[in-house]
Structures are given as structure tokens and as C-alpha cells.
């Protein structure tokens, strides 16, 4: 549980750091660095972190793992980040407000809250959905074959 935990939190650090800069450096939430840029940004960068947690995972293990192994360790670091970086949204706009969703869709005609939902349960539901296909494409490339072992 630990490359879990370890590369979970690290994607959401990553998030974190991009979304805190992007918004000091950048004010309006309906620019392109914030509606096309974040998107992009946050499933490079977790491909790249459920890349690097198989990674570890195998210099852990001292051989490619299987990829049922790579599989699961790639949906659990999904659901770290999910998770977290869910909590950190929640933060956000527990401190700065409502006002960096106005990018969201609906924003302007749906409450509010319904548009809050939509933003949680879409990055959410996202994180775990790209994660796998993520896990899943990484852990066929990198497991072990049946021909590694002769």
C-alpha cells in the first residue's frame, strides 16, 4: 500500500501545484490555460505518475511484475489521487469560493451547488475511469510475459 499511497499523493501534489499557479499567474477562469490547459495537464501528469509507481513497484520487486499486479497498483494510486485531490478542491473552495468554477459548465445557469457536484463527481468518477485505462495500457506494456521466464 505504500507506491499507492506514495505516488497518489504525488499526482495531487502535482495538480495542486498547477492549479494554485495557474490561478496566481492567470485570473480568468475562462482562459484556455484553465478550460484546455488543466484537462491536459492532469491526465499527462497522472499517466506519467501511474508510469513511474510501476516502476517502482518493479525495482521493488526485483522483476517486472505481473499485470494483474500492475493493474490493481495503478487503480489503487487512481484512487489515492482521486480521493485527494477531491479533498483539495474542497479546500479550495472552502478558502477562495465558488469563483474558479465559473469555467465549469452550466455555471452560469444551474445553483451553484449542482454545478459543485458536477465538478466533484466528474473529477472523481474521471480519475478512476482514466486511471484504469491508464493502469491498463502501462501494465500491458510492462508486465511479465510467460516468455521472460524461460
Avoid at 505516488?7 to 495542486?16: C, M, P, R
Avoid at 478558502?95 to 452560469?108: F, Q, R
Amino acid at each position: 500500500m505504500k507506491i499507492p499511497l506514495k505516488y497518489g499523493l504525488l499526482a495531487t501534489l502535482g495538480v495542486a501545484a498547477w492549479v494554485l499557479t495557474t490561478h496566481s499567474l492567470v485570473s480568468d477562469p475562462k482562459s484556455a490555460v484553465h478550460t484546455l490547459g488543466a484537462p491536459i495537464f492532469f491526465n499527462v501528469f497522472h499517466f506519467g505518475v501511474i508510469y513511474l509507481g510501476l516502476k517502482a513497484l518493479e525495482r521493488e520487486k526485483g522483476d517486472r511484475p505481473t499485470f494483474k499486479e500492475g493493474l490493481k497498483t495503478g487503480v489503487l494510486i487512481s484512487l489515492v489521487y482521486a480521493f485527494t485531490v477531491s479533498l483539495f478542491f474542497v479546500g479550495v473552495i472552502a478558502v477562495v469560493g465558488t469563483k474558479w468554477l465559473a469555467s465549469e459548465p452550466m455555471a452560469g445557469e444551474a445553483p451553484m451547488s449542482r454545478v459543485m457536484i458536477g465538478a466533484f463527481l466528474g473529477l472523481f468518477s474521471g480519475a478512476l475511469m482514466f486511471g484504469l485505462i491508464y493502469s491498463t495500457v502501462i501494465s500491458f506494456f510492462l508486465a511479465k510475459r510467460a516468455t521472460d521466464s524461460r
